[in-house]
């Protein structure tokens, strides 16, 4: 009965609020400016959803949620646009798209990437927006088994994951670029105590590292260079003709799907975390359970559908601790409570009191947005695809200028593009002796939180490291990283091999991939 | 022809005169507060709320803009700073706002402006609500037995509510093993996990938890006890403590800034109708449903507020090692 209350207030909210002309307008043309952000080096969904806080002051609660939500979706869903075209994530949230988004592309297929990938954002969205009205309050407690050791473990898995993923020859490789990030992500005065490390005296680099000059250096300028030295032309659109997917590719995937969404709904929900993570974490289990798995980052259908559905899952999520405890679950979601606040909305534990309604408005809007996203990705997929059409001397030009952009205006610092340029250049050669940039950038993300939360966790124990083994989600996370680097190694490998090779005589196929 | 003169010098002297009348009447344009803050956080809410009230007092637009960054709001304080001082062009600023000397992002004493502070959320101390403290004095005692085994929670070093902490030490002579978060809320959500089992942030930021019995309040750290709605009323800690009025209280000042160099009469019909404001009903529902303590404080009770949080917080912040610039080469008296 409460649940049959539930649905039918959902569905009045959901038409009241689509019934206004005004709020359809405001959603479209925030879902469009979000995909823009998203798609453009340097302007992610955090930013986004900040500058637009301070121009929805004057809004109704609702317009301006309408908005900040629009934004956020529309962003998050951008970010791939960047990854299948050029192979230059433009948010971090889409770095794994990347993988098998652009070698789709380089066959020609970049339409029908971009048409997955709408329509796994889609479902992804959908399938959070469910979670957060049917499940926000159990998913809430979830939120506070995670303490400063748990958090340590999740950043550390984050980077390992990525390097796991990534690695085209040896998987060391991914991981020793996963720690140069982590290094790289120490400098600056640290958050703890305050004291300059690697900051060689000069100011600008006391608040350490900025992500975006980061990550538009590490995955823009190699790009670039590669692009403009080899002639590479990304494949011409000629086979794409339709965006909207063959029901088939998606309905045999539905698998893959469902698993991506949950795995982005729980990453969601852990505060300070957000899509990028669950993005990776979704595409190596997607990659775990495949029957292909070596067709992961030459293009696999999967790998698009994994990456972007947990990414977009993950908003919901990440919204579920905002309201419900307070506590934002990713980055936007912190410029959300700030929005929240202006309107005079304090989330916490007492919202379901304060605002009985405010939970379901939000979960309304949601869903509409991942509609008016679905059906402006659809529009703007196609007209995307023919940026390819232009060739790579004209292109790529214009794509550095957008990165100088990108890195300077946020903050409007040169010192960023400082910070862009040798990044870029270390980038190349990294990735031209076969080491994957995007643990780096990872490392450079999650390090701060890692650090930070080591270290308080030895604070709070006092030194001692035996909380990290007595925690149960502590203890789980500690074995997967441990398993996760085991069956990774060359030689587990070999040995698995071995045995499965005794098991079916010789017969079974699964050769070292040396 | 002497009678052109005339009547040229009269307009002359018209003109004149209506200039100088023009001068006196503030404001005749758009007024611009700058918030050095984040949009959404406490300055910035509290600077839109007073500055839509006074804009219909003054009938002229305040329009209200974020510029954060650098240390301690010091791009946006350095940003209006350099603007003509002519009253037009106020910075909205919060206590934390004196650490920028400190830290390098602001090279003048905090004198240099004028302050219209609305007020702040008074600190409240608590607790994990199994924790087995019922009341301030059973917290301090356990901490006194145990020197540096209770584990606490604050925002960063050198913060607000890191500051009441050190204070109560001070006072009280317990000492407490301190954690740093990034800030209140996840300080807040380290004490629900048990992480710590206290934790220092304001009531605004708390209450919700406190209200859902996420958090046990043990007691506030100012002179007044606090009546919270569906809790009742949580004492002072200065009654078990006397020795804290040495050291407490350390409030927010939230509110805005102008260079002190603006014309008096600027500055006088500033305060005028942000007296009026602050008295108004519109703001006292406001800072109950909030959970503020309004101030009302101008001129040169203001200023010395601003200076006495200048001289604590530079030299706390020195003494951690938390900040770049030796306060005494600022000239910044010790408290």
Same mark, same amino acid.
């Given at each position: 009965?409460?649940?049959?209350?539930?649905?039918?207030?959902?569905?009045?909210?959901?038409?009241?609020?689509?019934?206004?002309?005004?709020?359809?307008?405001?959603?479209?043309? /925030?879902?469009?400016?979000?995909?823009?952000?998203?798609?453009?080096?340097?302007?992610?969904?955090?930013?986004?959803?900040?500058?637009?806080?301070?121009?929805?002051?004057?809004?109704?609660?609702?317009?301006?949620?309408?908005?900040?939500?629009?934004?956020?979706?529309?962003?998050?869903?951008?970010?791939?646009? @960047?990854?299948?075209?050029?192979?230059?994530?433009?948010?971090?949230?889409?770095?794994?798209?990347?993988?098998?988004?652009?070698?789709?592309?380089?066959?020609?297929?970049?339409?029908?990437?971009?048409?997955?990938?709408?329509?796994?954002?889609?479902?992804?969205?959908?399938?959070?927006?469910?979670?957060?009205?049917?499940?926000?309050?159990?998913?809430?407690?979830?939120?506070?088994?995670?303490?400063?050791?748990?958090?340590?473990?999740?950043?550390?898995?984050?980077?390992?994951?990525?390097? @796991?993923?990534?690695?085209?020859?040896?998987?060391?490789?991914?991981? &020793?670029?996963?720690?140069?990030?982590?290094?790289?992500?120490?400098?600056?005065?640290?958050?703890?105590?305050?004291?300059? $490390?690697?900051?060689?005296?000069?100011?600008?680099?006391?608040?350490?590292?900025?992500?975006?000059?980061?990550?538009?250096?590490?995955?823009?300028?190699?790009?670039?260079?590669?692009?403009?030295?080899?002639?590479?032309?990304? @494949?011409?659109?000629?086979?794409?003709?339709?965006?909207?997917?063959?029901?088939?590719?998606?309905?045999?995937?539905?698998?893959?799907?469902?698993?991506?969404?949950?795995?982005?709904?729980?990453?969601?929900?852990?505060?300070? %975390?957000?899509?990028?993570?669950?993005?990776?974490?979704?595409?190596?289990?997607?990659?775990?359970?495949?029957?292909?798995?070596?067709?992961?980052?030459?293009?696999?259908?999967?790998?698009?559908?994994?990456?972007?559905?947990?990414?977009?899952?993950? %908003?919901?999520?990440? &919204?579920?601790?905002?309201?419900?405890?307070?506590?934002?679950?990713?980055p936007p979601a912190v410029m959300l409570l700030g929005a929240l606040m202006i309107h005079n909305v304090t989330p916490g534990p007492m919202i379901s009191i304060e605002n009985?309604?405010?939970?379901?408005?939000?979960?309304?809007?949601?869903?509409?947005?991942?509609?008016?996203?679905?059906?402006?990705?659809?529009?703007?997929?196609?007209?995307?695809?023919?940026?390819? $059409? &232009?060739?790579?001397?004209?292109?790529?030009?214009?794509?550095?200028?957008?990165?100088? &952009?990108?890195?300077?205006?946020?903050?409007?610092?040169?010192?960023?593009?400082?910070?862009?340029?040798?990044?870029?250049?270390?980038?190349?050669?990294?990735?031209?002796?076969?080491?994957? %940039?995007?643990?780096?950038?990872?490392?450079?993300?999650?390090?701060?939180?890692?650090?930070?939360?080591? $270290?308080?966790?030895?604070?709070?124990?006092?030194?001692?490291?035996?909380?990290?083994?007595?925690?149960?989600?502590?203890?789980?996370?500690?074995?997967?990283?441990?398993?996760?680097?085991? /069956?990774?190694?060359?030689?587990?490998?070999?040995?698995? @091999?071995?045995?499965?090779?005794?098991?079916?005589?010789?017969?079974?196929?699964?050769?070292?991939t040396e | 022809m002497k009678r052109y003169a005339v009547m040229v010098f009269l307009l002359v002297f018209v003109c004149a005169g209506l200039g100088l009348a023009q001068e006196k009447k503030f404001p005749v344009r758009d007024i611009t507060n700058v918030v050095v803050w984040a949009a959404g956080g406490g300055t910035d809410v509290c600077n839109r709320i007073v500055s839509g009230e006074m804009a219909k007092l003054f009938k002229v637009n305040i329009n209200v803009i974020n510029k954060p960054g650098g240390v301690g709001g010091s791009i946006g304080m350095n940003d209006v700073y350099s603007r003509p001082h002519d009253g037009y062009t106020w910075a909205g600023v919060s206590e934390s706002c004196v650490t920028a000397g400190v830290q390098g992002g602001w090279d003048k004493r905090m004198y240099v402006w004028d302050y219209f502070i609305v007020g702040g959320s008074p600190d409240v101390l608590s607790v994990t609500p199994n924790a087995p403290y019922k009341d301030l004095k059973e917290l301090i005692e356990a901490a006194k037995a145990k020197p540096g085994s209770i584990r606490a929670g604050a925002s960063a070093s050198g913060s607000i509510h890191h500051l009441n902490l050190l204070a109560l030490e001070k006072g009280s002579g317990a000492k407490f093993n301190y954690i740093p978060y990034p800030g209140s809320a996840p300080a807040q959500t380290a004490a629900m996990t048990g992480e710590v089992a206290v934790v220092v942030t304001s009531v605004a930021e708390q209450q919700q938890l406190i209200r859902a019995g996420k958090l046990r309040p043990l007691a506030m750290l100012t002179p007044q006890p606090f009546t919270m709605k569906d809790v009742g009323s949580i004492p002072s800690s200065f009654g078990p403590y006397p020795g804290l009025s040495t050291y407490l209280p350390i409030m927010q000042a939230i509110g805005f800034a102008v260079p002190a160099k603006v014309p008096e009469n600027v500055k006088e019909a500033i305060a005028e109708v942000f007296k009026k404001v602050i008295a108004s009903d519109t703001l006292k529902v406001w800072a109950e449903q909030n959970y503020y303590t309004l101030s009302g404080k101008t001129g040169k009770e203001a200023k010395e507020e601003f200076e006495k949080l200048e001289s604590l917080f530079a030299w706390t912040l020195w003494e951690l090692g938390a900040a770049e610039v030796n306060p005494e080469t600022l000239k910044i008296p010790k408290p």
């Amino acid at each position: 009965m409460f649940i049959l209350q539930q649905i039918w207030d959902f569905y009045a909210t959901v038409f009241h609020t689509a019934l206004s002309i005004e709020n359809i307008l405001l959603l479209f043309g /925030s879902v469009i400016l979000g995909i823009t952000f998203g798609a453009l080096p340097g302007l992610t969904a955090t930013l986004g959803v900040g500058l637009l806080t301070t121009l929805t002051y004057g809004f109704s609660t609702n317009a301006a949620m309408i908005t900040l939500l629009g934004m956020y979706v529309g962003a998050v869903y951008g970010g791939s646009y @960047g990854s299948i075209c050029v192979n230059i994530p433009g948010t971090a949230a889409a770095a794994a798209t990347a993988m098998d988004g652009y070698p789709l592309a380089c066959k020609g297929e970049a339409g029908r990437a971009l048409g997955l990938t709408t329509t796994a954002s889609f479902i992804g969205t959908m399938v959070g927006m469910f979670f957060l009205a049917l499940f926000a309050p159990l998913i809430a407690k979830l939120a506070l088994q995670f303490t400063s050791f748990e958090f340590f473990f999740l950043a550390f898995f984050g980077i390992m994951i990525s390097g @796991g993923l990534t690695g085209q020859d040896l998987v060391y490789k991914g991981w &020793i670029a996963g720690l140069i990030g982590l290094f790289l992500s120490t400098i600056g005065r640290d958050h703890l105590q305050f004291f300059p $490390r690697f900051t060689f005296g000069l100011s600008e680099l006391d608040g350490g590292l900025e992500v975006v000059p980061v990550l538009i250096g590490a995955f823009g300028i190699p790009q670039i260079i590669q692009v403009i030295r080899d002639q590479l032309s990304v @494949g011409e659109a000629k086979k794409f003709q339709r965006v909207l997917p063959e029901f088939g590719i998606i309905l045999r995937r539905i698998k893959t799907i469902i698993r991506s969404a949950l795995i982005g709904v729980g990453i969601g929900a852990v505060p300070g %975390i957000g899509e990028d993570i669950a993005a990776w974490v979704s595409y190596g289990t997607a990659k775990k359970a495949s029957k292909h798995p070596e067709m992961f980052g030459k293009g696999a259908y999967e790998g698009v559908i994994a990456s972007e559905t947990a990414n977009n899952a993950c %908003i919901g999520g990440a &919204i579920i601790p905002l309201l419900t405890l307070g506590i934002p679950g990713s980055p936007p979601a912190v410029m959300l409570l700030g929005a929240l606040m202006i309107h005079n909305v304090t989330p916490g534990p007492m919202i379901s009191i304060e605002n009985p309604h405010f939970i379901m408005e939000m979960t309304a809007i949601l869903c509409l947005a991942s509609f008016a996203t679905f059906i402006s990705g659809l529009l703007l997929a196609k007209q995307v695809v023919k940026v390819l $059409r &232009i060739p790579p001397p004209v292109f790529m030009p214009i794509v550095l200028v957008l990165c100088v &952009i990108g890195s300077y205006s946020l903050g409007t610092k040169v010192f960023n593009l400082y910070l862009m340029v040798p990044i870029g250049i270390l980038a190349y050669y990294m990735q031209s002796m076969g080491y994957p %940039i995007a643990p780096l950038v990872i490392g450079v993300i999650l390090g701060p939180m890692a650090d930070e939360n080591l $270290r308080r966790a030895l604070m709070v124990s006092q030194g001692s490291f035996l909380p990290f083994f007595t925690r149960p989600v502590a203890l789980i996370l500690f074995i997967i990283i441990v398993w996760m680097f085991i /069956s990774q190694t060359p030689f587990y490998k070999r040995f698995a @091999g071995e045995l499965r090779g005794k098991r079916f005589k010789g017969k079974m196929a699964n050769p070292p991939t040396e | 022809m002497k009678r052109y003169a005339v009547m040229v010098f009269l307009l002359v002297f018209v003109c004149a005169g209506l200039g100088l009348a023009q001068e006196k009447k503030f404001p005749v344009r758009d007024i611009t507060n700058v918030v050095v803050w984040a949009a959404g956080g406490g300055t910035d809410v509290c600077n839109r709320i007073v500055s839509g009230e006074m804009a219909k007092l003054f009938k002229v637009n305040i329009n209200v803009i974020n510029k954060p960054g650098g240390v301690g709001g010091s791009i946006g304080m350095n940003d209006v700073y350099s603007r003509p001082h002519d009253g037009y062009t106020w910075a909205g600023v919060s206590e934390s706002c004196v650490t920028a000397g400190v830290q390098g992002g602001w090279d003048k004493r905090m004198y240099v402006w004028d302050y219209f502070i609305v007020g702040g959320s008074p600190d409240v101390l608590s607790v994990t609500p199994n924790a087995p403290y019922k009341d301030l004095k059973e917290l301090i005692e356990a901490a006194k037995a145990k020197p540096g085994s209770i584990r606490a929670g604050a925002s960063a070093s050198g913060s607000i509510h890191h500051l009441n902490l050190l204070a109560l030490e001070k006072g009280s002579g317990a000492k407490f093993n301190y954690i740093p978060y990034p800030g209140s809320a996840p300080a807040q959500t380290a004490a629900m996990t048990g992480e710590v089992a206290v934790v220092v942030t304001s009531v605004a930021e708390q209450q919700q938890l406190i209200r859902a019995g996420k958090l046990r309040p043990l007691a506030m750290l100012t002179p007044q006890p606090f009546t919270m709605k569906d809790v009742g009323s949580i004492p002072s800690s200065f009654g078990p403590y006397p020795g804290l009025s040495t050291y407490l209280p350390i409030m927010q000042a939230i509110g805005f800034a102008v260079p002190a160099k603006v014309p008096e009469n600027v500055k006088e019909a500033i305060a005028e109708v942000f007296k009026k404001v602050i008295a108004s009903d519109t703001l006292k529902v406001w800072a109950e449903q909030n959970y503020y303590t309004l101030s009302g404080k101008t001129g040169k009770e203001a200023k010395e507020e601003f200076e006495k949080l200048e001289s604590l917080f530079a030299w706390t912040l020195w003494e951690l090692g938390a900040a770049e610039v030796n306060p005494e080469t600022l000239k910044i008296p010790k408290p």
